[in-house]
């Protein structure tokens, strides 16, 4: 044991001495650089070696890892993320979450698939297999095994590092849950055995250092700590193949496999893809050729930056396209051109060589619309090749808002699971923006024989009355089901910052979100973190805001329930001053009318918050006030010579979350003409019917 | 003779058109039977500026706070009020049919909604009786084919072409098309063959109707056809119109409702002329073992002389 001791601290200095020791600015807590950083700190540095047999779908992976303490403590054991075993059978966490059916995709029996780490052991040292233990930190399912820690012979000393040799063998299910196989397709993610994140005292809140390793549920997705990855592929030589980073090595070997190298650093995760039937469009997205001078300018302006500082770089983007999907190439390729130019604009340039955007054929569905460092899959079916569907933008839609995650979960890398919002949500709302501006805001989901879609429509219909359990801000695995998952982590953030965004003016906005991004790049932010950088740029409290619209699941919905104007009596101009006449003295028929005129105001829901009021008389501007919204109602009374024509609450449309925008207007004279047309139309359309189906 | 049949029935489209307003008459009292269910769910509308951007299109979100604002329940009755009409609409088509036929095929004599009635009244029953059975056999029968037709096409939806499963669907709807034709034209020669002999049931009439339209299929879809071209270049009209009119005042409003109309009184003409083709067509095909009707032209004798003689 004491050999063995010797040997391990040996090995531990040693896997210190071999990192890689760039300088990094201060990247914890309130002392974080306002400075980007361009590289991630290096905590992890993997070197796979993968064999892919394509008649079982099983990997073969060799592993070394070598993990840098950066904290102050003394870390005694390692736990790692075995994600794969969610899908190992029915008593797994996933499984029983789920009950088997995720994203349209059923799990069952022959159809199984898992992670076994066959030999575990530190570099040139002790053997540690025996000393796995599978952890269930989230539920009582002692039967799920997706989390694993290893006790360490002697603890990895703050600023060392420790190496590991790790063979596994992982075994891909049938498509499900992002990843797997179908036909020759294979989606290869969560596929190692992958080192969690070991978050020291102060960050997102802690008070004392320790792992942050969740067990693999239904409702959740990933957190990783950065670093290097190096992976070798080897597949059968009919296969075409795709992954993280680029490819620096290409091998073919003598019993039909080629074995593909590639590299990155700066990321936290790597996946890769294999199909014959692959067709690769590379193109490159040129900044200089993508972005105009003018483009530039007004971004610097908007963000108070030099000019310099908005400079994008070039990428080298490859789709692996399907046959089937061929002619959607161009389409894919404008969406990531786009995506790359507006999100490097608004939050920084995108600092990878390399993005690959992976389309999964039709059967494979469930390996779409997800998000891996530099590596993505769109979401696409042949009925979008040709007109009229090709007018759907669903394609775009999904490209933009997975390449989108490579600012938020791939750079910002918050912990999914406590916090999905933070990059969910905040990748949702930059993704509206992204397709409102260059696709059409009121036609941003598509268009189908003149009838046109805007996505916002789709969050706000799922913005309902009664607020449903839950909340923005909570632990991924604990909302109520799949639903409230999507509302919470996606579609209500995005009406939160979209309103918000309407409420500070689109500039300060702006500056919030690229100094937030900029200043937790590669630092794994929580939500305090993004509500401290927003009251900073803003310059507003927006304690309350947030603790409303995150924190809570209040609701809102303004409502103009009544308007009305009463004629007083008429005042007689020639000397009583605006007083009663004399009995039995009427006033001029000519003498000036004046009208009371109230305007009653409700705030349905218990979500407090200013708003706008806006009343037009007749034959007047409107004119505007504020209420603070903090009762229940408010009536506003007039007196003025004209009647009142209409009352609106929040005119400029600012609360995205106000449940429904059709009460927040009001006017005092009926116009038949919506009435008229649309009862004329729907009657039209049933006459048609019943004409089809008589005579 | 496809000629002549196509001639004969765009002659009907103007001669007969008392028969396509009565039609779309029943079409309008149908449909009125809705207004009201209709009206008051759009009329909360009035009060609310928010609406006014459908007056320019139609508007998802617009239209989903209208639901949620107490349309929900509005809109269920509304689609069971639909569903009921059409239900109800299948013995009024009956009626109708049988009453058009009527005209189409009787002579001047009698005056026209008299002779109107009388067919309506006399095929009503057996017209009735071919809608439903018929009805149900070309359901199962178009499901089949339909099933059918997907499975038959799996391969080239799975395939590598990148037009293979558009092509596959344009299968499938040629083969709901194909059959669903097939059927509702025999249905109009098993009525013209009723109206015509007046011998035996729907069931009688309907069979060899499907052998008749088997047997003839250039000619008879070819009639078919052309008075679908018909209807397509009115309906392209009514597209055309409609979205140049425009619907911000209520003057243009009605004006789009007077169109609207216009459109379901050519439709209706349309169906009438076409029925008149195919009763010109049925005559001259006249199927074997089905003997043309002997119709003596002269009234009986009455025994009675009648006063106005006298005078």
């Known amino acids: ?695 | 003779m496809l000629t002549t049949s196509m001639r004969r029935g765009v002659r009907a489209i103007f001669v007969e058109a008392r028969v396509a307003i009565l039609v779309w008459l029943a079409n309008v009292a149908l449909a009125l039977v809705a207004l009201p269910a209709v009206w008051s769910w759009w009329a909360r509308t009035s009060l609310l500026p928010e609406a006014d951007p459908l007056l320019e299109r139609f508007h998802t979100g617009i239209f989903r706070d209208l639901l949620i604002d107490g349309g929900g329940n509005g809109l269920l009755s509304m689609l069971l009020t639909g569903l009921g009409l059409l239900i109800v609409s299948v013995p009024v088509s009956a009626f109708l049919s049988a009453g058009t036929l009527e005209v189409l095929i009787s002579d001047d004599s009698p005056k026209f909604f008299q002779r109107f009635m009388t067919g309506a009244g006399h095929f009503f029953w057996r017209f009735l009786r071919l809608a439903i059975i018929g009805g149900i056999v070309m359901a199962i029968a178009v499901a089949a084919a339909v099933a059918g037709s997907a499975i038959a096409v799996t391969r080239l939806v799975q395939s590598n072409w990148p037009p293979g499963p558009f092509v596959a669907l344009g299968i499938e709807c040629a083969t709901f098309l194909a059959v669903t034709s097939f059927f509702l034209l025999s249905f109009d020669y098993a009525r013209i063959r009723l109206a015509l002999t007046d011998r035996g049931g729907a069931l009688r009439a309907w069979l060899p109707s499907l052998w008749l339209v088997l047997r003839h299929p250039l000619r008879i879809y070819g009639l078919a056809v052309l008075f679908l071209l018909l209807f397509a270049i009115v309906a392209a009209g009514y597209l055309f119109a409609i979205a140049r009119l425009g619907s911000h005042t209520m003057p243009l409003i009605l004006a789009g409702i007077a169109i609207q109309q216009l459109f379901l009184i050519v439709r209706a003409a349309l169906r009438v002329g076409l029925l008149a083709g195919e009763v010109e067509l049925y005559q001259w095909l006249r199927p074997a073992g089905t003997a043309a009707p002997v119709v003596d032209p002269r009234p009986p004798q009455s025994p009675v002389p009648l006063l106005y003689d006298a005078q």
Not at chain 1, 586 to 613: C, F, M, W
């Open chain 1, 1 to 695: 044991m004491r050999r063995g001791a010797i040997v391990c601290a040996l090995a531990l200095a040693a896997g210190g001495a071999t990192f890689d020791a760039r300088e990094q600015p201060a990247v914890t807590g309130a002392g974080r650089s306002t400075r980007p950083l361009e590289h991630a700190p290096q905590i992890v540095d993997y070197r796979i070696g993968v064999r892919l047999d394509h008649a079982t779908r099983r990997l073969e992976g060799q592993e070394r890892l070598t993990w840098r303490n950066t904290s102050s403590d003394a870390v005694p054991d390692l736990w790692f993320h075995l994600y794969l075993n969610a899908f190992k059978n029915e008593n797994s966490t996933f499984f029983r979450e789920s009950g088997g059916s995720l994203r349209g995709a059923l799990q069952g029996p022959n159809n199984w698939g898992w992670t076994n780490v066959t030999s575990l052991r530190i570099a040139d040292g002790a053997d540690l297999t025996s000393q796995m233990r599978f952890e269930h930190p989230d539920d009582d399912n002692a039967d799920d095994r997706t989390v694993m820690r290893v006790p360490l012979p002697a603890p990895v000393p703050p600023g060392g590092s420790v190496t590991l040799d790790i063979a596994f063998t992982a075994q891909l299910p049938r498509v499900f849950a992002r990843t797997g196989y179908f036909g020759d397709f294979h989606l290869v993610g969560q596929w190692f055995p992958k080192i969690a994140v070991y978050e020291p005292a102060g960050r997102r809140g802690r008070r004392t250092g320790g792992w942050n390793c969740h067990q693999f549920h239904a409702n959740s997705e990933f957190y990783a700590d950065f670093g290097r990855f190096v992976v070798e592929m080897t597949v059968p030589a009919r296969f075409v193949v795709g992954a993280t980073g680029r490819r620096t090595a290409e091998r073919k070997n003598s019993d039909g496999t080629v074995t593909y190298t590639y590299e990155q650093e700066d990321v936290h995760d790597f996946a890769w893809t294999a199909d014959p039937r692959f067709v690769v469009v590379r193109d490159v997205f040129s900044a200089a050729r993508e972005v105009t001078p003018a483009e530039q300018e007004r971004m610097a302006t908007l963000l108070d930056r030099p000019v310099g500082e908005i400079a994008l770089s070039d990428v080298d983007v490859t789709l692996l396209m399907q046959p089937s999907h061929l002619p959607q190439a161009a389409r894919h390729m404008r969406a990531v051109k786009t995506a790359l130019k507006e999100f490097g604009l608004w939050y920084g340039r995108y600092p990878y060589q390399t993005l690959t955007v992976v389309d999964p054929p039709e059967g494979g569905e469930a390996a779409g619309g997800m998000e891996y460092p530099t590596f993505i899959t769109s979401a696409t079916t042949s009925w979008f090749n040709y007109r009229p569907l090709d007018q759907i933008l669903i394609p775009e839609q999904t490209v933009v808002h997975e390449f989108g995650h490579q600012f938020w979960y791939g750079m910002v890398a918050n912990n999914e699971f406590e916090e999905a919002w933070l990059d969910e949500g905040i990748n949702s709302y930059s993704t509206s923006r992204v397709i409102d501006r260059n696709y059409g805001a009121d036609r941003s989901l598509g268009t189908l024989f003149g009838l046109r879609v805007a996505w916002l429509d789709v969050p706000r219909a799922l913005n309902i009355r009664t607020p449903r359990p839950g909340r923005i801000r909570q632990p991924s695995w604990t909302y109520m089901n799949d639903e409230n998952y999507g509302f919470y982590s996606y579609m209500k953030p995005e009406l939160v910052l979209d309103t918000l965004e309407r409420i500070l003016g689109e500039q300060t906005m702006s500056r919030v979100m690229r100094t937030y991004h900029e200043r937790w790049r590669f630092g794994h932010p929580s939500s305090d973190d993004f509500y401290a950088v927003a009251i900073e740029v803003s310059g507003q409290d927006l304690t309350s805001f947030f603790k409303q619209t995150i924190e809570r699941n209040d609701i809102v919905d303004f409502e103009v329930e009544d308007l009305n104007s009463v004629e007083l009596e008429r005042k007689d101009p020639a000397g009583t001053n605006g007083q009663k006449p004399a009995a039995g003295v009427q006033p001029p028929k000519d003498a000036p009318v004046e009208y009371e005129s109230s305007v009653t105001i409700n705030r349905h829901g218990g979500l407090t918050i200013p708003v706008e009021v806006a009343v037009k008389f007749e034959g007047q501007a409107p004119e505007r006030m504020t209420w603070d919204g903090r009762d229940g109602w408010k009536k506003f009374t007039f007196r003025r010579p004209q009647k009142i024509e209409w009352a609106k609450v929040d005119p400029d449309k600012k609360l995205l979350f106000d449940v429904s925008w059709l009460n927040n207007a009001l006017r005092a004279n009926a116009d038949r003409r919506v009435a008229t047309k649309w009862t004329a139309r729907w009657l039209f359309w049933l006459q048609n019917v019943l004409m089809l189906a008589g005579v």
